[in-house]
C-alpha cells in the first residue's frame, strides 16, 4: 500500500521520487525561466468565487453539453505527446479512464500509443490532436486516419511554431528519438522501479508518426514543419475535416475572431502549460478577455495551470465550457499508475462537486461570472 495522497501537488512529490530527473523534468519543465507555467497557476488562484447559502443543492450532476455531445464531466485530459515514458500502459488506463468516467482524451499527435488502439479502448471518448508536419501529404494522411478511426473531433495545435527553450531538458539532455548519455546511467540507476518497467515494456516512442532522424528522409521532425501552417491551412483543414474541428493554443482576441470567422467549432485558450513561452500571460488572465470578444455562443475549451476542482471551477466561471488537465494526470500516472489515476480523478470529481455545492449550483451550465466574487 502506498503512502496516501490528497492532492496535485502531493503527487507531484511523490513523481520527482519515482521516475528519473530527465524523465520527470520532461514532464514538468516549462519554456525559459518557467515563469508563465507558474502564473498560470497563481492567476487561477487568485480568482475567488463567491459561495452561497440556503440553496438546495442535494440533487447534483456533473454532466454537461459540449459540441453536440453529453459528458459525464465538464473536464478531460489535454493532449499529452509519450505518457508511456511516464509509467508504462498510461495511454492504455487513460484511454479506460474516459470509457469509465465518461470524458474526452486528447490523443496526441506523439501518442506513445497508435490512435486507433486508443480510441477503441475508449470507446469513442477521445479527441485527436494534430499537429502539422514537414509535408502535407503526410499531414492529411494522418487526418484521413484520424476520419477512418473514427475520431469526432479534431484538435489542431497551433502553438508550437518553434520549439522553445526548455532549459531543465537541454541540461539534462533530454531529446526524441532518445540517446543515451553517461550521466543517464546514473539517473536510471536511482529508479530501477521505473527503468526496470521501462526495460519490460520497451522504451516508448511515438506510434503515429515516423521519426525523421535527419532533414533529407521522410516523416516527422520534431524540431520543425509545424512554422509553415498559416490561416489558409485552416481553411483547408476545415473544408477536409467533416467533424467538430478545436483551435487549441489561442491566447489572442484577434486570433479567436478569426478562427471563428474561419468555422472552427471551438477555440481552445492555452499557453500549453507555459511550456512555449516564457513571457506569456497566464492562459485564465486571457480567458475573460476571449470569452467577452467571442461572446456567449462559441464553445470555449481551457487548459493550462488547473490543478484541482475549484480550479475547474474558476475556469468555468471564468467563460469555460469545458476544461483539460495536462500535468496532473501524468503527476497521478506516475509510480502509481492505473490506481494512482483512478484516485486522482476520484478526488477531483468530489472536490468539484462539493465546489459546485458551495456555489449553490447543481450542474457545471450554472456555473458562469456570477459565481466570481465582486471586489467591492
Ligand atoms: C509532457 C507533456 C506533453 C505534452 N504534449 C502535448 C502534445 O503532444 N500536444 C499538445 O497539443 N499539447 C501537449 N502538451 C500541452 C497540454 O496539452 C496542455 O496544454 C498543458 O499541459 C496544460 O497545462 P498544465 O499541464 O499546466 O495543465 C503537453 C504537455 C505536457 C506536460
Redesign the pocket.
Known amino acids: 500500500m502506498g503512502k496516501k495522497l490528497f492532492c496535485a501537488e502531493d503527487r507531484r512529490r511523490q513523481a520527482v521520487r519515482s521516475m528519473p530527473r530527465l524523465v520527470y523534468d ?2 514538468d519543465g516549462a519554456a525559459g525561466r518557467e515563469t508563465s507555467s507558474q502564473e ?1 497557476m497563481s492567476a487561477l488562484q487568485a480568482i475567488k468565487l463567491q459561495s452561497r447559502v440556503l440553496v438546495n443543492v442535494a440533487e447534483r450532476s456533473l454532466k454537461t453539453s459540449f459540441l453536440g455531445r453529453r459528458w459525464h464531466l465538464p473536464f478531460g485530459v ?4 509519450m505518457c508511456d515514458l511516464f509509467w508504462p500502459g498510461a495511454d492504455r488506463a487513460l484511454a479506460k479512464a474516459a470509457k469509465t468516467y465518461g470524458f474526452p482524451l ?1 490523443v ?3 501518442a506513445s500509443s497508435p490512435m486507433e488502439q486508443i480510441i477503441e479502448e475508449a470507446e469513442g471518448n477521445a479527441w485527436f ?1 494534430l ?1 502539422a508536419g514537414q509535408s502535407d501529404d503526410e499531414t492529411y494522411a494522418l487526418v484521413e486516419r484520424a476520419q477512418n478511426s473514427g475520431y469526432q473531433t479534431l484538435i489542431l ?1 497551433a502553438d508550437v511554431p518553434a520549439l522553445p527553450a526548455r532549459p531543465r531538458d537541454y541540461r539534462n539532455g533530454f531529446a526524441v528519438p532518445f540517446s543515451m548519455r553517461p550521466n543517464h546511467f546514473v539517473d536510471f540507476a536511482c529508479h530501477p522501479k521505473w527503468s526496470l518497467q521501462t526495460l519490460i515494456n520497451g522504451i516508448p516512442s511515438p506510434k503515429n508518426v515516423a521519426i525523421q532522424k535527419n532533414k533529407d528522409h521522410s516523416g516527422f521532425r520534431r524540431e520543425s514543419g509545424r512554422d509553415r501552417i498559416d490561416w489558409d491551412f485552416l481553411s483547408e483543414l476545415r473544408t477536409r475535416w467533416k467533424g467538430n474541428l478545436i483551435l ?1 493554443g489561442v491566447m489572442s482576441c484577434e486570433d479567436a475572431k478569426r478562427a471563428m470567422a474561419t468555422s472552427v467549432d471551438a477555440v481552445y485558450v ?1 499557453n ?2 507555459g ?1 512555449q513561452l516564457e513571457s506569456a500571460p497566464s492562459a485564465i488572465s486571457r480567458l475573460s478577455k476571449i470569452r467577452t470578444v467571442l461572446g456567449d455562443d462559441t464553445s470555449v475549451v481551457f ?4 490543478r484541482n476542482g475549484d480550479d475547474v471551477a474558476r475556469a468555468l466561471a471564468t467563460g469555460a465550457d469545458f476544461v483539460m ?4 494526470i ?1 503527476y497521478a500516472l506516475a509510480g502509481r499508475g492505473e490506481r494512482g489515476l483512478n484516485e486522482f480523478l476520484r478526488l477531483l470529481i468530489d472536490e468539484f462537486s462539493i465546489v459546485m455545492a458551495q456555489l449553490g449550483c447543481t450542474e457545471p451550465a450554472q456555473i458562469n461570472h456570477e459565481c466570481i466574487a465582486s471586489e467591492d
Do not use: E, F, I
Not at 303 to 306: E, L
Not at 325 to 328: D, E, I, T
Open positions: 520532461a514532464l498560470n489535454a493532449p499529452m505527446g486528447g496526441s499527435t506523439m490532436q499537429y495545435t487549441k492555452s500549453h502549460g511550456r487548459d493550462s495551470g488547473v488537465l495536462g500535468r496532473p501524468l
